[in-house]
T-cell receptor
């Protein structure tokens, strides 16, 4: 049972390039989330999904897009990367029914934008 | 939006002593309060959580207390050990659950031998 798997683990991009981060979970969870973690800022919610085909904005959604075409996958896209998007990105998932269930995190993707 | 204030940002204690980390929140509709431990370069891991219908919860050396009237909750670690050294994050759900979790900025706990 892998839990939450994120790919890639590391990536370096040039300003203006695009890329997609993939999150996959095998726990049949309804809810999935993307966070970014910056030094001294804790974890901040970018986008989330409460089910297949649904997405919603979190605290810091600008510059990112997401898709949830399959229940087990949640994709985070950067259309035109900027240095301010240099961060560690964590995906998480939880069972449905509300935001009062434990969230399980992946190992993170360390992204650098030059 | 919801604010979660976490204190202190750094806490150094002698091995064997107790450690207490405190968080305050602003939304009275919040009803779920998890704590996460994150070791350097690793994922956040849930260590304990509490819901609003409970005032205290214990799991071995770890306990969480909740004061809904004062809108604060605390993490207590007793008999600290070197492996307790990590960054600890509190969190709570915004609007009672409408917009996910809001995290505090973290406490770096250092256990001195």
């Amino acid at each position: 049972n892998a839990g939450v798997t994120q790919t890639p683990k590391f990536r370096v991009l040039k300003t203006g390039q695009s890329m997609t981060l993939l999150c996959a979970q095998d726990m049949n969870h309804e809810y999935m989330y993307w966070y970014r973690q910056d030094p001294g800022m804790g974890l901040r919610l970018i986008h989330y999904s409460v089910g297949e085909g649904t997405t919603a904005k979190g605290e810091v959604p600008d510059g990112y897009n997401v898709s949830r075409l399959k229940k087990q996958n949640f994709l985070l896209g950067l259309e035109s990367a900027a240095p301010s998007q240099t961060s560690v990105y964590f995906c998480a998932s939880s069972t449905g029914g509300g935001f009062d269930q434990p969230q399980h995190f992946g190992d993170g993707t360390r992204l650098s934008i030059l | 939006g919801e604010n979660v204030e976490q204190h202190p940002s750094t806490l150094s204690v002698q091995e064997g002593d107790s450690a207490v980390i405190k968080c305050t929140y602003s939304d009275s509709a919040s009803n779920y309060f998890p704590w996460y431990k994150q070791e350097l370069g690793k994922r956040p891991q849930l260590i304990i959580d509490i819901r609003s219908n409970v005032g205290e919860k214990k799991d071995q050396r770890i306990a969480v207390t909740l004061n809904k009237t004062a809108k604060h909750f605390s993490l207590h670690i007793t008999e600290t050990q070197p492996e307790d050294s990590a960054v600890y994050f509190c969190a709570t759900n915004q609007g009672g659950g409408a917009d996910g979790l809001t995290f505090g900025k973290g406490t770096h706990l250092i256990i001195q031998p």
